[in-house]
């Protein structure tokens, strides 16, 4: 069974620049989850997809990240202008169920670099 | 607002030594504890979970965790350590029956020397 897998690995723009990130989830997981790493702090979530809907967008920073899930498989991540605090690893992880318990498989991440 | 605590931010250890992570939370009720795991150049992997039950809970790897209700506590453990366990090692928590986002700690880095 495939695992979940990003893309692209790594990323380096210019301040002002777009940038956008993909993750595709394990196949027949309906949950999607986004969450970011910045240097030497904590891996904070972002947000979270049950299949096409957004069930919780509270840790996306600001209206300069869009994500979406068109069809309820593959999710992108688009940060449009990026600044230099938007630098870190982007994860994302899938499950299968609806429930807090129900493990959250991650994918390796991709690493942005604004600079 | 939930919020996760690991205090060692790198531990070094050589091998066959005895290791415990520490990790506390607070949050006003009920949770669902992990341990993920990092090594390096690799996806963050589950170690394992609690959600009920015995509060000692073992994992993949040799690893186990205790829960400690009374001081929030989810330390994690190995009684003899490899070099194959240097890694990065994430405490993480969700709400009972709540939300299904992880709140994560900061993460230990463990360096094991031969």
């Known amino acids: 069974e495939a695992g979940v897998t990003q893309f692209p690995s790594h990323s380096v723009i210019e301040k002002g620049q777009t940038v956008t990130l993909r993750c595709d989830p394990i196949?027949?997981?309906?949950?999607l989850y986004w969450y970011r790493r910045v240097m030497g702090k904590e891996i904070k979530f972002l947000l979270h997809?049950?299949?096409?809907?957004?069930?919780?967008e509270s840790g996306m920073p600001n209206n300069r990240f869009l994500a979406e899930r068109t069809g309820g498989t593959y999710s992108t991540l688009k940060v449009q202008p990026a600044e230099l605090e938007d630098s870190g690893v982007y994860f994302c992880?899938?499950?299968?169920?609806?429930?807090?318990?129900?493990?959250?498989?991650f994918g390796p991440g991709t690493r942005l670099t604004v600079l | 607002a939930q919020s996760v605590s690991q205090h060692n931010h790198h531990v070094i250890l050589s091998e066959a030594a005895s290791l415990e992570l520490g990790c506390n939370y607070s949050?006003?009720?009920?949770?669902?504890l992990f341990w993920y795991v990092q090594y390096p150049g690799q996806h963050l992997q589950l170690l394992l979970k609690?959600?009920?039950?015995?509060?000692l809970v073992k994992g993949i790897k040799g690893f186990e965790a205790e829960f400690i209700k009374s001081k929030f506590s989810f330390n994690l453990r190995k009684p003899s350590v490899q070099w194959s366990d240097t890694a990065e090692y994430f405490c993480?928590?969700?709400?009972?029956?709540?939300?299904?986002?992880?709140?994560f700690g900061t993460g230990t880095r463990l360096t094991i020397i031969p």
């Open positions: 992880a899938s499950s299968q169920r609806l429930a807090a318990t129900d493990t959250q498989y």
């Open positions: 993480a928590v969700n709400p009972l029956g709540g939300n299904e986002k992880l709140t």
């Open positions: 949050y006003g009720g009920t949770v669902n």
């Open positions: 609690y959600f009920s039950g015995d509060p």
């Open positions: 997809f049950v299949k096409e809907s957004k069930q919780d």
């Open positions: 196949s027949g997981h309906d949950n």
